[in-house]
């Protein structure tokens, strides 16, 4: 079982920077993959990066590769989302995610948190 809980969302200005977090609970975080996605007013839930268990692979979507980092602490139990250059059409709620897989596909997650909020004003 794990329990993710992100922070770090917010307002920022065309151009900006934010970081999200997340922590997660449990003692097999550094067991899971892990995946930000994000979910915009009136569309589908869009993969966004993902990480494996031990940090040494990250996948990027097209529309954010080069802009955003996905990290993680597996000692603090916590993966981060790095973003720069940000564009109003990162507008979303973001969503961490643990799963089994390494894989692009929400359902193959099992485990997600409540979302942050980004808003990225033009």
Known sequence: ?????????????????????CAASGRTFNSYVMGWFRQAPGKEREFVAAINSSGGRTYYADSVKGRFT?????????????????????TAVYYC?????????????????????VTVSS
Do not use: H
Not at 14 to 21: E, V
Not at 97 to 116: F, L
């Open 1 to 21: 079982q794990v329990q993710l809980v992100e922070s770090g969302g917010g307002l920022v200005q065309t151009g900006g920077s934010l970081r999200l977090s």
């Open 70 to 90: 996905i990290s993680r602490d597996n000692a603090k139990n916590t993966v981060s989302l790095q973003m720069d250059s940000l564009k109003p059409e990162d």
């Open 97 to 117: 995610a643990a799963g089994r897989i390494y894989t692009v596909y929400a359902n193959r997650y099992g485990y997600w948190g409540q979302g942050t909020q």
